[in-house]
């Protein structure tokens, strides 16, 4: 099939699971029925994909508070108790992180719960969602390793554990978020990549990177507004990546300021390419949808394009995000028709 959709990740939540429009979305209840409410939200956000026409779906990451957070609660040698501030993607926004004050291990599975619950509830392929070492390491205090790319790696190694074991639950791709990629350039380029091949080693299904310039919340379009008229991050990290063991690469398309003409750096990639505009309340129409991938066309074989989301969906209003779940599903159906 050409043009295949996805999306980046997260959906917003049901206001019966956690409060709505926010990150860090407090939980609505506690214990069972918590587990109960997250069994129930990762059923709806499958079958909202299969209704709007998503092909490669995900859980939409209703069973964890944040994306990298979710991973980090599952790990021996982090302290949440004693919480620090900390620069987030250096220093655009300030958060209370925890700290990793000894050697790090996993207490045993992470995401088993929802990658199972998606497997058992979708025959359409899944893609899982997690935290690239790279974007980890900027999310959290280290008081034990005295090492960025030490740390890196340990984590590297922890997420390998995690998707080896989703791709033993049955999951067709593994996709790990690199935000950071688009801060740290020169890092990412060095050793960042290396960290990432580390994190998908021995993985047999498909494995993505996802690098994108954040949610819509204001510390990013802050930040956006400072980047000038042409955001050309993707240029310094793009040839690393390509020469990766990595499959697919997600890149922010719609309404960036992104020169397309960069993706032509990614020639031997699948490109996810960012069709919808999580910055922006505007729903786009089928037509938006299908003048995003007719462009993307100029740079990428239209057999390497994935039509997705440019970012995650957690903070937005439910309505919206279904909104603009539909057009992705119609735009890309309308790009077949007219470019088959």
């Given at each position: ?13 049901p ?11 407090p ?19 499958l ?20 994306f ?11 302290d ?23 050697p ?33 390491i ?8 005295g ?39 020169s ?27 954040g ?16 955001w ?57 949808v ?32 279904e ?18």
């Open positions: 099939m050409l043009f295949p959709t996805t999306i980046a990740g997260s959906l917003p939540k206001e019966w699971l956690a409060e709505p429009n926010k990150l860090w979305a939980w609505k209840s506690s214990g069972d029925e918590l587990v109960r409410a997250k069994r129930d939200a990762t059923i709806l956000a079958k909202l994909q299969e209704d709007y026409g998503i092909d490669i779906v995900t859980e939409g990451e209703q069973a964890r508070q944040h990298v957070h979710g991973f980090l609660e599952a790990v021996e040698g982090i949440f108790a004693h919480k620090v501030e900390m620069g987030i993607r250096n220093d655009r926004y300030k958060a209370m992180v925890p700290q990793v004050v000894a790090l291990r996993l207490k045993g599975r992470v995401h088993g719960f929802e990658g199972q619950i998606a497997r058992a509830h979708t025959t359409r392929k899944i893609k899982f969602t997690l935290p690239g070492p790279m974007t980890i900027d999310t959290i205090a280290d008081r034990h390793y090492d960025r790319v030490k740390m890196a790696f340990a984590f590297a190694e922890l997420l390998n554990e995690e998707a080896k074991a989703l791709e033993a639950d049955g999951i067709d791709m593994i996709q790990f978020d690199e935000p950071a990629f688009n801060v740290y350039m890092e990412a380029a060095d050793w960042g990549v290396k960290a990432l091949e580390r994190a998908a080693q021995g993985l047999t299904c498909a494995t993505a990177v996802h690098i994108c310039y949610y819509g919340i204001k510390a990013n379009t802050d930040w956006k507004e400072t980047l000038g008229d042409q050309r991050q993707y240029e310094d990290i793009f040839p690393a990546i390509d020469a990766s063991a990595i499959q697919q690469v997600a890149v922010e398309c719609r309404n960036s300021k992104v020169p397309l003409e960069l993706l032509s750096l990614l020639k031997g990639k699948i490109v996810q390419a960012g069709v919808i505009d999580v910055a922006s309340d505007e729903v786009e129409t089928a037509e938006d299908c003048a995003t991938i007719e462009a993307v066309m100029q740079h990428v074989p239209k057999s390497n394009i994935v039509a997705t989301t440019n970012c995650g969906m957690a903070p937005m209003r439910r309505d919206i995000a909104a603009k779940l539909a057009a992705l599903g119609a735009g890309a159906e309308l790009a077949r028709q007219r470019f088959a």
